[in-house]
């Protein structure tokens, strides 16, 4: 495995267990490693300071894997991503998840995710070229309905920075979509959030 000495690594996941265990993995093979337990607390971290790598699991309370791998790679388009998750059988990346690879948690070997950090970081320079050039949709979670009983969304244009409301009738999906913007006709990509609803367990009778 190539030197990764002081090589940063976020990793972002709501579950301690895995977070403690996949953070003594990396600390293991070298690496310095910072935690954070949603999305929020990852961003947090990132006005702190940018790793060369995130990994981040996706069904998460509070801001999800998606809405994080969506504002990182608009944000900070040369940070590469890794997402992971226990929930997809397939081990390539879920349609619609903005990372570099793919880590199914409970599936893959754990030196798989070491190879694949050490990869992203050997080419680091050709994925961010590649994140530049092509802008990442906007992720955006299902509002609920308005009144008329019709779901509905709120896209923010990263152009104009103004949001407005739109009605989507059809199930949503992991595809990417365009709009113009209602103030400055922009076009604007966004993916309409299709994770599975965190529940919260129920208090013990």
Request: hydrophobic residues 40%; neutral net charge; proline residues 9%.
């Amino acid at each position: 495995m190539p030197d990764c000495c002081r090589r940063q690594i976020l990793l972002v996941d709501n579950e301690a267990g895995i977070r403690d265990t996949l953070a003594m993995l990396l600390t293991s093979a070298g690496y310095e490693v910072a935690t954070a337990k949603d999305g929020f607390e990852a961003l947090l971290h990132l006005k702190r300071a940018l790793p060369e790598v995130i990994i981040s699991d996706l069904n998460m309370p509070k801001m999800s894997g998606f809405e994080l791998l969506s504002v990182v790679r608009r944000r900070f388009p040369q940070i590469s991503v890794i997402a992971c998750s226990g929930a997809y059988a397939s081990r390539t990346i879920p349609t619609g998840v903005l990372a570099d690879a793919f880590y199914a948690k409970g599936q893959d070997h754990p030196e798989t995710l070491l190879n694949t950090v050490a990869g992203l970081i050997q080419t680091s320079a050709a994925q961010a070229s590649a994140h530049r050039a092509e802008p990442a949709p906007v992720w955006i979670p299902r509002n609920g309905k308005d009144t008329n009983g019709i779901p509905y969304i709120v896209v923010t244009c990263p152009e104009c920075l103004r949001s407005f409301p739109l009605n989507v009738a059809e199930e949503a999906s992991p595809e990417t979509r365009e709009t113009p913007c209602l103030f400055c006709r922009s076009i604007v990509k966004y993916i309409i959030d299709f994770s599975p609803p965190i529940v919260s367990p129920k208090p013990a009778a």
